[in-house]
């Protein structure tokens, strides 16, 4: 295997993705609507700023209306739900993003279940997961596990029947990921393993993987000596390491040692630019459905 020729590029698929929705908002504006974003942002995180920008200048690129709403990280958890209900009322905005993480004072199940499962773009709502669950289609998509999915699909791997290790049992990716890939459905039908960190002998796990999708947020945590040769590796992680050569005084790595692990895998994701350009490319695909569904 060429090393150089395994990367599984995910700005290049998020850019097909990109150009379905925009295809979608255009016709949606000949019956005058604009698919419209809400985002919520509670104190001052770094990673949340730089996220949620990324988020408002694709969401000004393809046409969909942003409006982003900062909130004191000393917002009380009544004030956060009063602004969430008024944005549920709202039908200028089909999405409501609440960005993760809140500060430990506010109950995230509490704050998540509050949004309107029809406007639940990030798809955290219990409507939305236990749809999910059930394989129900008419809900939306955690973005991350859905831009997994599509990743996998757009890059031709096989799933039905496929040995897949998921790395992480978060509300987040772990565990909406493996509900997604083991519906009995033409593009699931995987068998799903889901490790953590009470897993005993997880190295094993991983080494009969077919398919490994690392998301524990512990830097560069999977090893050669785990993958199996000519398995497909995803990188979800994005992780701060200390770096003195860097400006910041840090560098972002994932959860997979990229250099090691790539010339072993058949395909493998980079990190930048792998699952999080998939990530917002789903975000924005799950609006414009919510702008569909909710002006008919």
Do not use: W
């Amino acid at each position: 295997m060429n090393p150089t020729g395994n990367l599984i590029d995910g700005r290049a698929l998020a850019e097909q993705i990109h150009r379905e929705t925009a295809a979608e908002i255009t016709a949606l504006a000949t019956r005058g609507v604009q698919p419209g974003l809400a985002f919520v942002r509670v104190g001052d995180d770094p990673a949340s700023q730089v996220y949620v920008g990324m988020k408002e200048r694709q969401c000004a690129r393809l046409g969909v209306r942003s409006q982003t709403h900062v909130l004191p990280a000393a917002t009380s958890e009544a004030e956060l739900l009063a602004l969430i209900a008024r944005l549920n009322d709202e039908p200028a905005f089909h999405g409501i993003l609440v960005q993760a993480p809140l500060p430990a004072h506010l109950n995230s199940a509490r704050v998540y279940a509050a949004v309107s499962p029809a406007k639940d773009v990030d798809g955290f709502h219990p409507v939305n997961m236990g749809k999910l669950m059930l394989g129900d289609p008419s809900g939306f998509v955690p973005c991350t596990p859905a831009g997994v999915h599509e990743l996998l699909l757009r890059s031709g791997v096989a799933l039905a029947g496929a040995d897949v290790v998921v790395l992480g049992r978060g509300n987040i990716v772990g565990k909406p990921l493996a509900a997604l890939l083991l519906q009995k459905a033409p593009q699931a039908d995987a068998t799903v393993t889901v490790c953590h960190s009470r897993t005993r002998d997880l190295a094993a796990h991983c080494r009969r993987a077919d398919i490994l999708v690392a998301a524990m947020g512990v830097a560069e945590f999977v090893k050669a000596d785990m993958v199996k040769p000519g398995a497909v590796v995803v990188d979800v992680g994005v992780n701060r390491v200390p770096d003195p050569a860097a400006k910041s005084g840090y560098r972002l790595v994932g959860d997979v040692d990229f250099a090691g692990v790539q010339p072993r895998a058949g395909l493998i994701t980079p990190n930048p630019g792998g699952v999080g350009p998939m990530t917002i490319a789903m975000l924005l695909r799950n609006t414009v459905r919510a702008a569909r569904l909710l002006t008919g």
